[in-house]
Structures are given as C-alpha cells and as structure tokens.
C-alpha cells in the first residue's frame, strides 16, 4: 500500500499553481515551517510507513471494499456504479485516515496535546478517537450553533475523553471553530498539534491531508482494475473542505481517461443564499491561511452557508481542488438537498446502505450521471460515510 502520492507537489510556498500557500500571522510561520519539515522527514520514513499501514488495518478497518451496486445500476438503467466503502472505516467515515496519519506524526513531533475544529463533529469524534487510543489530550472547537445541532457528537465525544468548547462568535458555526482553534495554537503550539480535518487551511496540511487519504484512491484503483480489468470512465466524489474527493481523485489524476467530478452541495438551489457550492458560486480569495475559491462578501469575508449535511457546510475548498478546477482536470457539479435525501432513501431501499447525507449528494449526482451514458461505462462513487448520523435530520424530511 502507498500512502504517499508523487503528483502535484506543491511549491515550496505551498502554492498549487497559485492556489493554496501559508497566509497566516508571523507568529504561526515557525509552527507551519516545523510541520513542513517534520512531515517532510517521515513520509518516507519505512517506520512510520509501518505504523500508518498497521492502524489503517488494524483499527481503521481497511482496505474498504470497493462494491458494486448492482441493483441501483439495474434500477438507474446505465452505467455501472461501483461504491467505495469508506462508510465501513471506524468511526463511520473517511475521516479517520487523516486523523491516524496526523496523531502520529504529531507523536513524533513529541507534542503533547492535540486541538481540533469540527463541524457537524464527525471530525471531533475522529479525533477524540485517535487521542483516546494514544492517550493523548484532546480539545475539539466547535460552534456553538453546532453543538446545538450535534449533540449526539458531542456526547461521543465526551464518552472519548475530549473536552468539547462551545464557540460563541460569528455565526457559531465551522468557520468560527477554525478561528479559535488557530488561536489556540498561537498560545500553546509548543506543546500542541493542531489537527485540521480537510484538505484545507495553510501549507503543509492541504499536501499532507491529501497524502493521508490518497489510500481511498490507491486502492480504488486497483480494486476497479482487478474487478472490470480496466479504470473506470468516472471517479465521483462529494466536496465540502474537499478531503475525501481529493484521496479518491489522487488514485487517477495521472490517468487522463479518468474523468473527475466533485459534487457540492446546493441547499435549497443555486439561485438562493442557502447553499454552498463554492465552485459554482464563489471566487478566489483567502480563508483559514490559503487563498483559494471562496464564498465571499464584497469585502471578502465568508458568507453564511447552508447545506443538509453538516459535513459540506464550509464556505471555501481545498486549495487544490482550485487548482484542478483552473487547469480543467476536474469538474465540480452540485446536488440540492432534496436529491441528495432522495438518493439516501434510494440506497437505503435497493442496497441496504444508510450512506452519510454528505454521501448521499456525490450519489444523487453519479444516479443522474449513469442515466446518460451506455451500460458498458464505469462510475465510482465515493461513499465517504454511513448516515446513522443524519437520521434526525433525514426524519424531518422523509415521512414513513
Ligand atoms: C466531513 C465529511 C465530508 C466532507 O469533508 P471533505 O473534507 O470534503 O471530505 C464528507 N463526507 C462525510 C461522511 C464527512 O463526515
């Protein structure tokens, strides 16, 4: 298994064709400059190698299947859709590959505490779980809108051994959470790591999230080549920070046969104020210390976002998904709440699958997409994770 893909370097400021970089305070260069070259250091090294290979099978659970969903083809009546299983990783998401892959660089670090933001708290459980196993401390910022919404998250959270801070400024949301925990680490980064849970914020974490989860297409790749015996016409993932879609994208970015589509979420439809399509909507500019494609105000500030799914409700992308976006080697298309609901349901229904709502809006678009073409086409969908999560919310919708 490699872990640690060779394509799309970026510059030695961190920029990938001009998006990304480390736009952060003085103050936070030193502590990005010493997570560049640590990183540097081991991700070659054959010990750490080992390590990241043992935990991903003994604790995470990999390699995941790669699944074909053979009545949802039947049933769509087109291409044939194959679902990448990262659902079935521990804790219920793909989340937990970059987790691994931090904490223990984190260790080598010799640091001693770890920090985290999160969302809907499925990054924060990730984490939680990760310090649990290597008894390390764990504080997980979070907006307090969140923690309202998620408390179910929270409370695993505490189960885990985490300490939970409730965010009160700016809309109480992921974006806040990020800001406090940046300021967390200006304080305390001698001793502390912050763990950042997409392919996001500045230089080194857009490369090393991306590295930590390339394992999704690494072994989708050659799953798909043991099983049709040849690479698959589409790779479809769902984009909110952008890390699952870019472990599954590493796997084929350098076959030019592969086409790559990201799937963000539309809310209630492009045409409103309440979604978060980033690409489809945004421009660059610069949030969390990279310049990337944003959703801004005239002066730049991040605009409030909405989306079903916690997961994808991030006003900005991962710098390199900008930069596939530019050079046109990835497309990047939407799903509104409602398909993506609508697509849950269907896999629930003819699979036996309750996917992750986030999920759930890369399926709705892989459904539309395999009506289009001949039933000799091959799509993967990523199913980046399961959605007991989300059954609340679904319940709200959804009426039985
Ligand atoms: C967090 C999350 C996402 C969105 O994050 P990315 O970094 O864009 O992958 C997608 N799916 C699930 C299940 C998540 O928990």
Redesign the pocket.
Known sequence: MTYISKYSTPDAQGYFNGFGGQIVPDLLKPVMEEIAEAYEKIKTDPEFIREMKYYAEKFIGRETPLYFAERLTKETGGAKIYLKREDLCHTG???INNVMGQILLARKMGKKRIIAETG?G??GVATATGCALFGLPCTVYMGAEDVKRQSLNVFRMKMLGAEVIAVERGQKTLSDAVDEALEDLVKNYRDTFYLI???VGPHPYPMMVRDFQSVIGTEARRQILEAEGRLPDYAVA????????IGLFSGFVNDSSVRLVGVEAAGKGLDTNEHCATMAKGAPGVLHGAYTYLLQDENGRPLPTHSISA??DYPAVGAEHSMLKETGRAVYESATDKEAVDACMKLCRIEGIIP?L??SHALAYAIKLAKTLDKDRLIIVNL??RGDKDVDIIREYVRL
Do not use: D, I, P
């Open positions: 998401a793909h989340k809907a499925q990054h849970g997409s392919a769902c984009v909110g920070g952008g890390s699952n879609a997961g994808l992750a986030e999920s980046s994770g």
